[in-house]
């Protein structure tokens, strides 16, 4: 038979053990497979079945299935078995072998992992050897913890404002459907289902606003907690969304042929504030009610604040500026500053640029450094160093930033309240 690449191969497995029967890891041979010091030709070769109902190729070996996969490896020789000569009782996958669980791998859940206070930062990171499964950090002023909980590589995070995330992944089987799960310290559930390409937002009260494509391709908003889900309101799926921080969602989206600012509650329904802004806005709530917008203004970018009394004009920033919502009414902005990049704090009342003032340094953070809000006045972090694969955490408190010496991939992602 052919050789086939291990990408178009499917598990049978809900989960595998992190060893092989004769001793050695699957994490061990991950690497060994990507340095070339083992070929796949060095293993037996794995059963493969054709499916007629799926129309694709199904192993019966999934832990050498996952490390070839893991390693990346293009092409592999397989024998093929008859479909009808595999042990049906064994086929476990519940995601219709789009993916497998690897069972006590190292680091697992750190006893001491708690979730409760809402300025924690939640960290999606993969661990070594570990392509489609990653796993879930959470670090707070009193450290960093590995949750043990294992999702995806592409999921769509959020937090949930209570210490916890919600999450969209695809762990359901179904092509284009995701399950959507929420998180915590103590649990780890899949609660409903929505179309992959759709975008999340926290409601800042342990809920979160998921905009999706509907009926008739309409965009729909709908707002879901641990004890149920509900469509609540219709806006276009290119709609610009930034969450309130008060269980709502700022809505800038076409009206009439002109870019409109709506308000959309859980309870008090939605409204037409009548403010509009350009198309290309950057909207990001302010965490107490209200919302910040970075637009462009008679010809130069201008930074605004509105909520339902009123809209005004405040400060002057670059078009490519990064913000995050402090959670208590300002804003953050990470911009291009007298040639470097700087992070300022502002708010209604002033804006200044964040640093303690001992060096010339201070408040300065590079131009790819990933940010999010602690939704109690700070800012979490995350932050290129000397060594290029190893990016630092940093923890704005008071305007003063400290390295909090926590260390991920650069690949790794902050949980933010958004997730698109």
């Not at 996952?66 to 990346?72: D, N, S, V």
């Not at 949750?147 to 769509?156: R, W």
């Not at 310290?185 to 926290?202: D, I, T």
Request: proline letters at 3%; aromatic letters at 12%.
């Amino acid at each position: 038979m052919r050789p086939l690449d291990p990408a178009h191969i499917r598990y049978t497995s809900d989960s595998i053990s992190a060893t092989f029967q004769g001793g050695g890891t699957l994490c061990g041979t991950i690497e060994d497979l990507r340095s070339g010091k083992l070929k796949s030709k060095d293993f037996p070769r794995i059963c493969v079945f054709w499916d007629d109902d799926e129309q694709e190729w199904f192993s019966i070996h999934n832990r050498r299935l996952h490390c070839f996969k893991e390693a990346q490896l293009p092409r592999i020789s397989v024998r093929e078995i008859d479909r009808s000569s595999v042990d049906l009782s064994k086929v476990t996958t519940t995601t219709n072998g789009y993916s497998v669980r690897v069972r006590n791998f190292e680091p697992r859940r750190d006893s001491n992992f708690s979730s409760t206070a809402s300025d924690g930062c939640w960290i999606l990171t993969h661990q070594a050897g570990f392509n489609e499964m990653w796993t879930l950090y959470y670090a707070d002023a009193s450290g960093e913890y590995n949750t043990g909980i294992s999702l995806p590589s592409d999921s769509k995070f959020v937090t949930d404002g209570k210490g916890g995330v919600w999450a969209l992944c695809g762990t359901t089987g179904v092509t284009g459907q995701w399950g959507l799960w929420h998180c915590d310290a103590n649990e780890e559930r899949q609660y409903y289902e929505y179309p992959s390409e759709s975008s999340l937002y926290s409601d800042g009260e342990g809920g979160v606003w998921v905009l999706c494509n509907g009926e008739n391709g309409r965009g729909e908003l709908w707002h879901a907690t641990t004890w149920g889900e509900d469509m609540r309101y219709l806006y276009p799926l290119e709609s610009q969304i930034a969450p309130d921080g008060k269980g709502g969602v700022w809505v800038l989206c076409s009206t009439d042929g002109e870019q409109r600012l709506w308000h959309a509650s859980k309870h008090d329904g939605e409204c037409n504030t009548g403010y509009h802004y350009p198309e290309d806005s950057l909207l990001v709530g302010d965490g107490s009610g209200g919302v910040w917008i970075l637009c462009r203004t008679h010809g130069d970018w201008k930074l605004w604040h509105a909520n339902h009394s009123r809209e005004r004009e405040f400060y002057d920033y670059p078009s490519d500026s990064k913000m995050v919502g402090d959670g208590e009414g300002g804003v953050f902005v990470l911009c291009r500053t007298n040639g470097k990049h700087a992070l300022w704090h502002a708010n209604q009342a002033s804006e200044w640029q964040c640093g303690d003032g001992t060096g010339d340094d201070s408040g300065q953070f590079p131009a790819d450094t990933k940010l999010v809000s602690d939704h109690n006045g700070g800012a979490w972090l995350l932050c290129s160093t000397a060594d290029v694969d190893q990016w630092v955490v940093w923890r704005l408190r008071n305007d003063s930033e400290y390295s909090t010496g926590f260390k991920y991939p650069s690949t790794s992602r902050l949980v933010d309240v958004v997730a698109l």
